[in-house]
């Protein structure tokens, strides 16, 4: 990378920047394709509710990074974390923010929306927040039909 054939190793350069993954998370990565293990832990709040967490690890912008260098082993552990720490007040706005990009994390966010959340997805509110998301209406529909699924009318 640093060879005088790249454009990042021209002119005698001695640094790379990596404008895409926060300082923090590299270091965590970096630790983990060096040592094998994952060393720390980033906080439980996710980056989506909180955007001052932007610049701090956390596991949203380590499944992110984890995903772009394809480092599977990491990647695992981040959905899992993510994952287990969702709750009712993240599980909305993670899925507008994050989850609907990637499969593994979509289907299972929509599935514990519709078993805790489908009242908050009902709200105009939440309507309105998310009716110019790229993907908005879709995803209110996949809400309310995995909703319909496992409780039926309860909620009609």
Known sequence: MFSK???EGGSGKTEFRIRDINRST????LNFLYMGEFDGS????????????AK???WEGLYLAVHRYRIDDLRK???DKILGHLDKSDAVALLFWLAYLFEELRGPV???IAQVCHVEIAKKETHNIYKDHL???E?????FDAHRNLCGNCCA
């Open 5 to 7: 054939d790249l454009t």
């Open 26 to 29: 590299f270091l965590q990565m």
């Open 42 to 53: 980033p906080p439980a709040i996710l980056e989506s509710n909180n955007p001052d967490m």
């Open 56 to 58: 701090e690890s956390t």
């Open 77 to 79: 552990q981040a959905l």
């Open 110 to 112: 929509i599935k514990h």
């Open 135 to 137: 993907e908005g209406s």
């Open 139 to 143: 995803l209110l529909v996949e809400l």
